[in-house]
T-cell receptor, first 114, second 115 residues
Framework: GAVVSQHPSWVICKSGTSVKIECRSL??????MFWYRQFPKQSLMLMAT?????????EQGVEKDKFLINHASLTLSTLTVTSAHPEDSSFYIC??????????FGDGTRLSIL | AQSVAQPEDQVNVAEGNPLTVKCTYS??????LFWYVQYPNRGLQFLLK??????LVKGSYGFEAEFNKSQTSFHLKKPSALVSDSALYFC?????????????FGGGTRVLVKP
C-alpha cells in the first residue's frame, strides 16, 4: 500500500529554535499534502494544505509565518516551526494524497519545546 | 459545511464479540467516507473507504462498514474483535465537489477490547 514517511518521529529542543519536519511519499506522487496538529485525546486539526509547486493554503487561525510549509516536489513536503515556544509542543502529522485517492498518513512527529 | 459525529468517546467489548463504532455525517451532495485507525504515538492507518457502489464496504483487518444514505451513517463493524484492535478510530468525510477536497474528521472513538 501507499507509504508516507515522516521524519523525525520525536524532537526535543529549546525555546526559540526552529524545527523542520519532513514528509515524503515513498511509492506514489502526492499531488496534495496536508499538515495536521493533534492535541492529546483529540481529533486532528488541519493546519494547511499544499499542492506541489504552489503556496500552501492555511486554515483560519494558523500563522503562516510561524508554520512554514514547502512542497517542492511531488514526493516531499516540509513543515518548519519557526522560533518554537512551549505552546507549539504537540503531535504533528502529515498526510499525502494522489488525485482523489484516500489520504495516507505519516507516523507523526512529537515536538516538545523546553 | 461538512461535519462528522462519532457519538461514543469509548467502546468496550470482549474479545471475540462483535464490534461496532458509530459514525454519522453531514455533507452537501454525495460523500466520500473513510475510516482510519490510530495506534499510540503513530499516524493514521487507512482501513476502508466508500466512494460508490455497494453500500457494504470491506476493508483491512476484517473490518467492514455500511453506508446508509437515508440515515447519513457509516458505522464500522467487525464480527469478532481482537485485543489488538484496541486503538483510536476516526471516521472522515469529504464532499465530492468540496473546494480543496478537505477531509473532515470525527472526534474519534477509543476502542478497548478486553481478553
Amino acid at each position: 500500500g501507499a507509504v508516507v514517511s515522516q521524519h523525525p518521529s520525536w524532537v526535543i529542543c529549546k525555546s526559540g529554535t526552529s524545527v523542520k519536519i519532513e514528509c515524503r511519499s515513498l511509492d506514489f506522487q502526492a499531488t496534495t499534502m496536508f499538515w495536521y496538529r493533534q492535541f492529546p485525546k483529540q481529533s486532528l486539526m488541519l493546519m494547511a494544505t499544499s499542492n506541489e509547486g504552489s503556496k500552501a493554503t492555511y486554515e483560519q487561525g494558523v500563522e503562516k509565518d510561524k508554520f512554514l510549509i514547502n512542497h517542492a516536489s511531488l514526493t516531499l513536503s516540509t513543515l518548519t516551526v519557526t522560533s518554537a515556544h512551549p505552546e507549539d509542543s504537540s503531535f504533528y502529522i502529515c498526510s499525502a494524497r494522489a488525485g482523489l485517492q484516500p489520504q495516507h498518513f505519516g507516523d507523526g512527529t512529537r515536538l516538545s519545546i523546553l | 459545511a461538512q461535519s462528522v459525529a462519532q457519538p461514543e468517546d469509548q467502546v468496550n467489548v470482549a474479545e471475540g464479540n462483535p464490534l461496532t463504532v458509530k459514525c454519522t455525517y453531514s455533507v452537501s451532495g454525495n460523500p466520500y467516507l473513510f475510516w482510519y485507525v490510530q495506534y499510540p504515538n503513530r499516524g493514521l492507518q487507512f482501513l476502508l473507504k466508500y466512494i460508490t457502489g455497494d453500500n457494504l464496504v470491506k476493508g483491512s483487518y476484517g473490518f467492514e462498514a455500511e453506508f446508509n444514505k437515508s440515515q447519513t451513517s457509516f458505522h464500522l463493524k467487525k464480527p469478532s474483535a481482537l485485543v489488538s484492535d484496541s486503538a483510536l478510530y476516526f471516521c472522515a468525510v469529504r464532499a465530492r465537489k468540496a473546494a480543496g477536497n478537505k477531509l473532515t474528521f470525527g472526534g474519534g472513538t477509543r476502542v478497548l477490547v478486553k481478553p
